[in-house]
């Protein structure tokens, strides 16, 4: 459904994204795992169109996110790691708003905008200013903006983070729900995340994939920490067999 | 939840593809609602509209006033030559519209600094340029309905040749003239104003450039007066004033709408550019 094609991003002098491919699977929940700085917000901000890699490319259901960019970007409903709140305008406007833009017409957006209330439980809120809601629902508003326009693909930058506790429960219960049969690219630097709520996961370091894998292949006992934390020390990360390798090594301390 | 609603949602909310030309106007008009309707819920709006008309009527009733005592004077002194060439809209509007040309220098920069400079700093750049629009279609909507706001407050302005009208007896054809040249001059400085706040996401900066690229506009000319070279007669053409104050003056002039559409086209292509830009960046 997405498939990401040795995406290289150049920010002047720093590389921030060292070839990087995936494939994120169609209706499942993909799990973009790597620290701070790793890559993941630029490579997402390739993925939607908001920005074109130095070299490589992007696929959203077969078209390609720069070539056929307005056709690709229809199918695509973005967080970005701030949620994206005019915050002087009113949840139910705002809403409205995104879904114009989205393409829906005058006499769906009533419809999408109920609907998209009552799965984010946003229906309390909907005459609030933007501007005025607590972080939690800020990020509600933000699911629901993605959601608006019903989109095969959701991608979302650092969904949980600066929440607190209860928030990250609920907005990670409400991704599970809303997720449907979805295709779902979810980045994070936050393990338990990955295997509470994603079927597969990628781990970037320093701008490189260094495990693709789905989350049940991974050898029994394997705790997720482990291959995380040995696939972000290892000094080259870009030399051979990564993924397995990394993956026997860690496996067979457990064997 | 039940199946039955989530089904229906999914089939109504599926896009229906417009025509092209329909869906690009479109874009641009929602977006044009959208901004239309957060100036008037900003109070920088209201300032502005307040000053501009504030100023105005200051401008306004002094030189009526002493409009009046001119006019008394040669009563008194029983001058019929003096007083037939003594003109409303000489004495008056023209120096009015003046004047707010001069006080839109200032204001239109406050209004046209937020449009692009705010979204990108507080992130909504993002929400606009991954939805599926053009980004021809987001600087026209920016460009509508800046240029609908200016126009309303040209509009409201309009109280003042009204009062004449009630009063006097004023060539309205002249002031009409003039106040077409404020029109278009007030959407000029609109399209600049986006312009620079295209290039930079900080507020200030953006109003800053845009000030001091209004300014040129007024001054451009002044090397020009010294000699009369070929590059001093571009200066002289690019010059605001000269245009404007044909316009204020009452003579509608091919050349000076073309020259006010121009910038508006220029700004707004380079605009266009400039949003482009960051996605190619
Ligand atoms: N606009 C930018 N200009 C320059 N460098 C940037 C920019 N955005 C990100 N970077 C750099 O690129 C690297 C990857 O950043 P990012 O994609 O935000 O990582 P992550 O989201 O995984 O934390 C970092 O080293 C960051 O400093
Ligand atoms: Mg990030």
Redesign the pocket.
């Known amino acids: 459904m997405i498939e990401v094609k040795n995406l290289v991003k150049s920010?002047?002098n720093?590389v921030?994204?060292k070839g990087i491919s995936f494939k994120a699977d169609e209706g499942a929940i993909l799990g973009f795992l790597?620290?701070?700085?790793?890559?993941?917000?630029?490579?997402?901000?390739i993925i939607t169109g908001f920005m074109p890699a130095t070299s490589g490319t992007v696929l959203i259901d077969g078209l390609d996110i720069f070539k056929n960019s307005l056709e690709a970007r229809r199918k695509i409903g973005y967080l970005p790691?701030n949620p994206p709140l005019y915050t002087d305008m009113r949840v139910d406007a705002y809403l409205r708003f995104v879904a114009r833009l989205r393409g829906l017409g005058r006499s769906a957006v009533d419809e999408a905008l109920e609907h998209v209330l009552k799965v984010c439980g946003l229906e309390e809120m909907s005459h609030r200013i933007c501007g005025h809601l607590s972080k939690g629902y800020r990020q509600r508003v933000g699911l629901a903006q993605a959601l608006i326009h019903n989109p095969p693909v959701l991608v979302l930058?650092?969904p949980t983070i600066g929440l607190d506790p209860r928030q990250i429960h609920e907005i990670r219960e409400l991704i599970h729900k809303l997720a449907g049969h979805r295709t779902v690219v979810l980045?994070t630097?936050i393990l338990p995340e990955v295997s509470q709520i994603c079927q597969k996961v990628v781990i970037?370091a320093d701008?490189r994939v260094v495990l693709e894998e789905q989350l049940e292949k991974l050898p029994a006992g394997t705790s997720l920490e482990e291959v995380f934390l040995h696939a972000i020390s290892k000094e080259h990360p870009e030399d051979a067999g990564r993924a397995e390798e990394t993956l026997e090594e860690v496996g067979a301390g457990h064997a | 939840m039940p199946a039955a609603p989530r089904k229906r949602w999914r089939r109504l909310a599926r896009v229906t593809p417009d025509s092209v030309a329909a869906s690009k106007m479109r874009n641009a008009i929602t977006i044009a609602g959208k901004e239309l309707a957060g100036y008037f819920v900003q109070p920088v709006a209201y300032v502005v509209m307040s000053v501009f008309l504030l100023l105005g009527g200051f401008f306004f009733f002094n030189m009526l006033r002493y409009f009046e005592v001119v006019l008394q004077m040669y009563t008194a002194m029983q001058n019929p030559e003096v007083l037939a060439r003594l003109n409303l809209n000489h004495a008056v509007i023209e120096p009015l519209l003046h004047n707010l040309a001069i006080v839109l220098v200032i204001l239109v920069p406050a209004i046209t600094m937020r449009s692009f400079a705010e979204e990108k700093r507080t992130g909504t750049y993002e929400l606009l340029l991954t939805a599926p629009v053009r980004t021809g279609e987001i600087v026209a909507g920016k460009f509508i309905a800046a240029a609908v706001f200016m126009l309303i407050m040209i509009g409201l302005a309009g109280i003042f040749p009204l009062i004449l009208v009630m009063f006097g007896n004023p060539e309205i054809g002249v002031m009409m003239s003039g106040y077409i040249g404020i029109a278009f001059l007030s959407v000029s400085f609109v399209a600049i104003g986006l312009f620079t706040s295209s290039i930079t996401q900080n507020q200030i900066i953006a109003a800053i450039t845009c000030f001091g690229l209004l300014l040129l506009l007024y001054v451009i000319s002044w090397p020009a007066e010294a000699g009369g070279s070929q590059f001093g007669d571009l200066l002289r053409y690019l010059s605001l004033p000269d245009h404007f104050g044909q316009m204020v003056s009452g003579i509608i002039d091919t050349r000076d709408i073309v020259y006010f559409l121009s910038v508006i086209v220029v700004a707004l292509f380079l605009t266009q550019r400039s949003v482009e830009s960051v996605r190619w960046r």
């Open positions: 920010y002047g720093v921030a994204v790597g620290p701070n700085g790793a890559g993941k917000t630029t490579t997402m901000r790691e930058d650092e980045s630097h970037i701008g």
